[in-house]
């Protein structure tokens, strides 16, 4: 047994060891008395610029741990309620090829771990390269604009979140959490993520964890094939029977489909071959770029240089007062910088990536409003116009509208960037004012591999330019310089979740193809590094809990 225990607070200029003291005080007992003490969370509580302080949780083992709570009467004192775990029972039914896995992101990464643990001995086809590869092929994007269609930010080992910030923070309550961030700390990750309010890895760090996990997969009796593309499935009497990878046939009854967001090619093949889509809504916008002392400063107050605090974040949420559309800042990434993330060819898209430390000059987040399919159906006849071959596609019975949308103006960005995978910018100053900018302010851009001066209504909906000028008005007044002149907008973000849910039962599987278990952020049942691993772990139970390989 042991003892929770909430809020303890410690001024920023106290030690670390005060956590102890005080905890044996709510305790009313000794300090020697505890014998194990484990910080579970800490946050800090800045609410008070003039007084910052960092409020722990920890989880404290004693003697006369029911004694104790008789004695203290104190609701931030609990008692730890102990877990029993039921045993898992695994299937019957005998599987003649090994599970599959598409993807080694983070859902298809923890499925392929899970599987392996469990003597599976799945095989996972990943059509980028593995991490030390990728990582040169992505940096000789970003230096020359020579684009790897099939390994870039988005496709190869890691996923897409390897060249991000690492964020670990999700909104999902599910004990398999623990169960991922323990395996990132095993495999080289700080120990901190295990406690801190808002944790995260940082690319740099990330690349290491990813390897490693890789390894371990491998040591277990997976196997895992880089620079391996699935093509097609062989599909007989409703059954999946094969999968085509790089021309070749392999048999498989179980397939795990961990694509990620932006594997659009596979999306029309799994429609190609009737799997049950539908659209589903997301976001688009840009990348906004500020000084990072800006934020420290008002997010921190007179502290915005104490040693003891991170770079500075911040979330932000506004809906427009007539259209009621969302606008909101997503995947905040403090001291880093804003990438190129493309995937296709002539389409251009951004995305923001800190290192461990977020020691960079610029604080930039995705700055992003709500779409829906009403606005991706609305735009039918331009998508058609830039792509001949959807002009057969019907308007309510084609579920990839919303991947076209994407398309469509990404591509009108990468004309506005110049070519070549320049990106289109504005600072936010002249983007109030609806003129082109002409020369940088205070704040440098980041982006690679090059940026031009644009107006960003070349490049976005008439509709998302209004609700992004009502917003950066709403959320001038939280933080204040938010929309100084002289930052630096970026287009476009269009990646921030799936644009299709491939749909699925209560067992995880297909509703229309019997061992085809489509997982993680690409069929649309996740929306991060956690939320992604987690379906994968659940994907991978659902699958043993069907099957055994014995």
């Excluded at 951004?350 to 829906?372: I, P, W």
């Excluded at 116009?385 to 960005?413: I, V």
Aim: hydrophobic share 35%; aromatic share 8%; glycine share 8%.
């Amino acid at each position: 047994m042991s003892l929770r225990i909430s809020n303890i607070n410690i001024d920023i200029d106290e030690e670390i060891e005060a956590v102890n003291r005080k905890a044996a005080k709510k305790l009313k007992i000794s300090e020697k008395d505890i014998k194990r003490l484990k910080i579970l969370r800490e946050s800090i509580d800045a609410r008070r610029k003039d007084a910052i302080k960092f409020n722990y949780t920890v989880e404290v083992n004693c003697e006369n741990e029911d004694k104790i709570l008789k004695k203290i009467h104190d609701r931030d004192v609990i008692k730890e309620k102990e877990i029993a775990e039921e045993p898992f029972k695994f299937g019957n039914e005998k599987l003649k090829h090994r599970p599959i896995i598409v993807g080694m992101g983070p859902a298809g990464m923890f499925a392929a771990l899970t599987l392996a643990q469990n003597g599976y001995s799945p095989l996972v086809i990943e059509r980028g390269e593995r991490v030390e590869e990728r990582t040169k092929t992505v940096n000789t994007f970003w230096e020359k604009g020579s684009l790897n269609t099939e390994s870039n930010v988005q496709f190869g080992e890691g996923g897409a979140g390897t060249f991000s910030d690492g964020k670990l923070t999700t909104r999902i309550k599910d004990y398999r959490c623990s169960i991922v961030v323990d395996e990132f700390v095993k495999n080289g990750a700080p120990e901190e993520i295990a406690y801190v309010g808002k944790p995260h890895i940082g690319t740099d760090i990330l690349k290491e964890v990813v390897k490693n996990i890789r390894e371990k997969i491998i040591s277990l009796g997976g196997e895992i094939l880089f620079k391996s593309k699935l093509q097609d499935l062989i599909i007989k009497n409703g059954k999946l029977q094969a999968v085509v990878v790089n021309g070749e046939e392999i048999p498989c009854e179980c397939l795990i489909m961990a694509i990620g967001h932006s594997s659009r090619d596979t999306y029309e093949m799994l429609y190609k071959n009737q799997i049950v889509m539908e659209t589903k809504p997301f976001a688009i916008g840009v990348r906004i770029e500020h000084k990072q002392e800006l934020i420290n400063e008002n997010q921190y107050g007179k502290y915005k240089d104490h040693p003891r605090l991170r770079a500075a974040d911040y979330r932000l949420a506004y809906t427009t007062r007539e259209t009621k559309r969302g606008v909101y800042s997503f995947c905040m990434c403090p001291g880093g910088e804003v990438v190129a993330a493309a995937s296709e060819n002539e389409r251009l898209v951004t995305n923001g990536m800190s290192n461990y430390k977020r020691d960079k000059e610029n604080a930039n987040s995705a700055l992003v409003v709500s779409v829906n399919e009403e606005d991706f159906k609305s735009e039918i006849e331009l998508y058609k116009s830039y792509m001949p071959s959807l002009k057969d596609f019907s308007k309510d019975n084609y579920p990839l509208w919303g991947m076209e949308f994407q398309r469509y103006y990404e591509h009108l960005a990468y004309i506005a960037g110049g070519k070549n995978y320049c990106a289109p910018i504005q600072l936010v100053g002249d983007f109030m004012k609806d003129k082109k900018s002409t020369k940088l302010g205070s704040v440098t851009p980041t982006y690679k591999p090059g940026y031009t001066f644009s107006n960003l209504k070349e490049c976005l909906p008439t509709y998302v330019i209004a609700s992004l000028k009502e917003g950066l008005e709403n959320f001038d007044k939280k933080i204040t310089g938010f929309m100084d002149n002289n930052a630096i907008m970026t287009g476009i973000e269009t990646r921030t979740s799936a644009p299709v849910k491939v749909c699925r039962n209560s067992e995880l599987e297909s509703i229309s193809l019997k061992g085809l278990y489509p997982a993680g952020e690409g069929a649309g049942f996740a929306g991060g590094i956690i939320s992604a691993a987690v379906d994968g772990i659940k994907v991978a139970e659902s699958l043993m809990a069907k099957y055994t390989m014995h």
